[in-house]
């Protein structure tokens, strides 16, 4: 789970930054039905459980969102 980005991240950009650490299965974003926009986290699917340890906790913070 990846937490504290912007409303505006979209799936397609947390797919884009993720996948330098490895192949993702799935890009779960949390999204407000009534608001119709991002809660700001979402769950990030490795297809490997390595992969997913790898990722730096500090990326959504260092990257500009999209």
């Known amino acids: 789970m990846v937490r ?10 947390l797919q884009k930054e993720f996948s330098a650490f490895g192949e993702i299965a799935e890009v ?3 999204k407000d039905e009534s608001m119709k926009r991002s809660k700001g986290c979402a769950f990030i699917q490795f297809t490997s459980q390595d992969d997913a340890f790898l990722k730096p906790a500090h990326i959504i913070h260092n990257t500009p969102s999209r």
Not at 4 to 13: A, G, I, L
Request: charge should be negative; aromatic fraction near 24%; glycine fraction near 0%.
């Open 4 to 13: 504290n980005f912007p409303f505006s991240t979209s799936e397609d950009f």
């Open 28 to 30: 779960k974003l949390l």
